[in-house]
Structures are given as C-alpha cells and as structure tokens.
C-alpha cells in the first residue's frame, strides 16, 4: 500500500527540481519537465525500493533523477532507456539497451546500430583481421536457449560497417566485475531476450565508435556506477559522484546548477563546476 504522505512529499520536492533543475536540463532535449517529473512520480509509486531511497538516501534518487534528464533520456522503466537500481539504501542510475542506442544515435555519425544472440545450434562464423567477415544463419528451431555468443554491429554514415563479437564467458566476466548487482544478467525470465547481454556488447563497441557530449557522459557514468560509484547531493543540495578518485572540477556547457563543492580528502569524491552561465556538469576523469 503506497504511503500517501511519502507521495506527496516527494511530489512536491521534485517540484521544485522542475523550476530549478529540470528546465533547464531538458531544454535541450525538447522535454516537457512536467512530464519527465509525472513520469518519475509514477516510478516512484510503484516501487518500494525508490520509495525507500527518498527516505533512507534522498541524495542518490535525486542525483540520479537529475542525471537522467541530463541525458535526456526517458526515466519510465517500461521503456527501458533508464533505471533507478536500489543497491543497498541508495539508488544507482543505470542506462538501459535503449537509452545506450539513443545516445550512440546521436552522434548523427551512425546511421544504423543492432545486437543479436548466437545460440549453441546456430550456425554461426567471424573472422577478424584487414577483412573481417561476420556470417550467423539462426537455427529456429533449436532445442535451447543456451547463449554462444553476441554480437553488435554498427553502420555509419560513411558506410563503414564495425562488428564486436563477445562469448558469454567474457560477457560474464564483465559482469562479475561490476560492484552495483544487476538482476537481469542472470534472470533470463525477467530478461529473455538478453537485452543486457546486448548492452555490455554494445559498450565494448562504443569504444571505437564516434560519440557527442551526451553519449561520452551517458557511457563514462554507467561504467564507473557499474564498478562501484554513485551519485548523491550534500547538505546544500549539490550534486556529486562518488567512486574513490579525486577529480578536477572542469567547465562545460553542460547543466547542474549552483554546485560548487570542496572534497574531503577521505572521502575522495567527484565534484560539479559551474560554468559561465551559472550551469553545471559532473566531470569524469578516468
């Protein structure tokens, strides 16, 4: 049962993200802040775990909630651009398959970008080197669903094809890596057409492929989220990213506002600029 009170605090406070936040961040998107702001009240309604972040850690969901509209990007989890994944009492922000296609698309350098999954009884080939070959003819009729590998592929403007092959092994052991837990790599009933697997295919192709502002930051994030970081706000409501390196506060063009911050030397955590404009942007530095 949802608690009514929660709700409408957490209403109003998103409200007056929309007036000094989310204006501004969406406009360039050609979002209505109000409706990016329905749509999150409504995620928020329906999970327990979000509800429980804006109680326990407000920081990292409204973090998170600010980032996601920075990008661009849709936070209904139904339409998979965004998550908010509960990992302990806060909430991490993680791209989905179709936010990371969104962001690769514009570039405007990539005219087309798929994924697809080779199982055990496909028949399937590649070939690396100065003419690589890429052949997968799907046997539809396979006795299982057991992945072999999955690859991604992308054509750009000029013409040019880039393929990535990956074995479900060395898909894994990416996974494994990663700090913030991801349910779906391992559920295949929640996520029967791999769409995750997909996605980590397609961030090791992004690698060589041409990216804007948006889709270098979108990617630069998940990474460093899925290897332990997050986002929260300090006492004074400023926006900041935590994963163990010291960064040094860049200017860009790019918007949060008012956020200017000095780090504690144990804590070790990311800073946002502001810049002439008075707007603001995290700065990732590997």
């Not at 080197?129 to 057991?146: F, Q, T, V, Y």
């Not at 990474?223 to 010291?246: A, I, P, Q, T």
Request: proline share 4%; net charge neutral.
């Amino acid at each position: 049962m949802q608690n009514k009170t929660l709700i409408k605090n957490f209403s109003e406070t998103i409200s007056q993200y929309e007036k000094q936040n989310l204006s501004e961040l969406l406009k360039t998107h050609n979002i209505s802040p109000s409706q990016f702001k329905n749509i999150v009240i409504n995620e928020l309604k329906k999970s327990k775990e979000m509800q429980d972040a804006f109680v326990h850690n407000p920081a990292s969901l409204f973090a998170s909630i600010l980032l996601c509209a920075e990008l661009g990007l849709n936070p209904s989890n139904d339409i998979g651009e965004f998550y908010f994944i509960p990992f302990g009492k806060k909430i991490t922000p993680i791209l989905g398959y179709k936010g990371l296609i969104s962001l690769l698309l514009r570039s405007g350098e990539i005219a087309k970008i798929w994924t697809e999954i080779v199982y055990e009884e496909d028949d399937f080939e590649f070939e690396l080197g100065l003419e690589p070959k890429l052949s997968h003819l799907p046997n539809l009729e396979r006795n299982n669903n057991n992945i072999k590998y999955v690859y991604a592929v992308a054509k750009l403007t000029n013409g040019e094809t880039m393929f990535k092959v990956m074995s479900k092994k060395e898909i894994l052991d990416i996974v494994n890596m990663s700090k913030a837990s991801n349910p779906l790599y391992k559920n295949s009933s929640k996520d029967p057409q791999g769409w995750m697997f997909r996605k980590t295919v397609i961030k090791q192709l992004s690698k060589m492929l041409p990216k804007d502002y948006y889709g270098k930051k979108g990617i630069s994030v998940d990474d460093k989220v899925e290897g332990g970081g997050y986002l929260k706000l300090d006492e004074d409501n400023n926006v900041m990213f935590v994963d163990g390196k010291r960064i040094v506060p860049k200017r860009n063009k790019s918007i949060y506002s008012n956020l200017e911050i000095e780090l504690e030397p144990i804590k070790l955590e990311k800073n946002i600029s502001e810049n002439k404009k008075d707007s603001l942007t995290l700065d990732f530095e590997s």
